[in-house]
């Protein structure tokens, strides 16, 4: 019996030993800093410079519009109407068999919104950010990306709302979007633009949403940064499964895409825990056999 309380003992230890000893991922990029630095970007240098690992799409407006399940149209005869609906870039990157991925955006839109007059319906209403649109594989995924919740605004006899959740919450089998702008006021270059209703993930995105330090003004409007960090496990991601990013903003006026991006697997707790289960199971073969020996 000693021996084998000394052998769970042992194994315990081990297996606490590998836990403790596994080193900790720092995380890939820093959320938070208002920078693109650390993502390889210099658009001090130039505003199309980029050395990133991460996948890139920049200005990408004259392009046409994209959206999973159609096909990109070549569309070069517009633009993104005021400077507040204009999407600069986007970055999309992972921990390589970590827990995340990373995503960062550069637009003019306030993060609370602006308030727009509208000559075509002759008053104002109020453009906020769209929500990211991501498919993984074919199953559609949503990340709340404004801070309005509820009712938006109301014209031409139509209700405007948004989904009731904060900033960063992640949704699944999302049973309504909605393009929150009258068409009369808006390029209307992808079908939807925020999400209304959904089932939500266990697991919240973090996103810091705030002035675009390195390159802080456009057409003499702010440029804002979004950075985000997303939980693989509330995607349900994992090795090999193609994912298709897609924002905008509440006008639709502007569209940026990212597709076929790569993912590696996420790290499970099995790989540490089973070699020490394995000793543990052979600690306590050989000490019955013993017992039966004797």
């Known amino acids: 019996m000693k021996i084998v309380k ?3 003992v042992f194994a315990l230890s081990a297996l606490l030993l590998a836990i403790t000893t596994v080193p900790a ?23 199309y410079m980029a050395n990133t690992p991460a996948v890139s799409v920049l200005e990408n407006y004259w392009l046409g519009p ?14 993104p109407g005021i400077e507040e609906c204009d999407i600069e870039a986007m970055y999309l990157d992972e921990d390589e068999n970590g827990p995340y991925i990373y995503i960062a955006i550069i637009t003019s839109m306030h993060p609370d919104g ?12 109020k453009l906020i950010p769209g929500d990211l649109r991501l498919e993984i594989d074919g199953v559609e995924y949503g990340v709340k990306l404004t801070n309005e919740a509820g ?23 999302i049973t309504s979007w909605a393009l929150i702008c009258p068409s009369p006021c808006a390029q209307q270059r992808v079908p939807v633009s925020n999400i209304v209703s959904g089932t939500k993930c266990s697991g919240t995105a973090t ?20 950075e985000m960090k997303i939980p693989k496990s509330a995607l349900g991601i994992s090795a090999g499964k193609k994912v298709d990013v897609v924002a ?47």
Request: charged share 20%.
């Open 6 to 8: 000394v052998a769970i």
């Open 25 to 47: 991922s720092a995380d890939k990029y820093t959320v938070g800093d208002g920078s693109l630095q650390d993502w390889g970007v210099d658009w001090g240098a130039s505003q």
């Open 66 to 79: 994209y959206y999973p399940g159609t096909k990109s149209t070549m569309d070069s005869g517009y633009g």
């Open 114 to 125: 602006i308030t727009y007059y509208c000559p075509q319906i002759g008053k104002e209403i």
């Open 151 to 173: 009712f938006v605004g109301s014209w031409a006899g139509k209700s405007y709302d948004v989904v009731n959740e904060p900033r960063g919450t992640i949704f699944k089998e």
């Open 207 to 226: 996103i810091s949403y705030q002035i675009y330090g390195d390159w802080n003004e456009d057409r003499r409007k702010p440029n804002y940064l979004i």
């Open 248 to 294: 905008t903003q509440s006008c639709a006026n502007d569209v940026i895409t990212i597709r076929g991006f790569e993912c590696t697997d996420i790290p499970e707790f099995a790989t540490i825990a089973i070699p020490v289960v394995a000793i543990l199971g052979l600690f306590l073969f050989f000490n019955n056999r013993k017992r039966r020996e004797n």
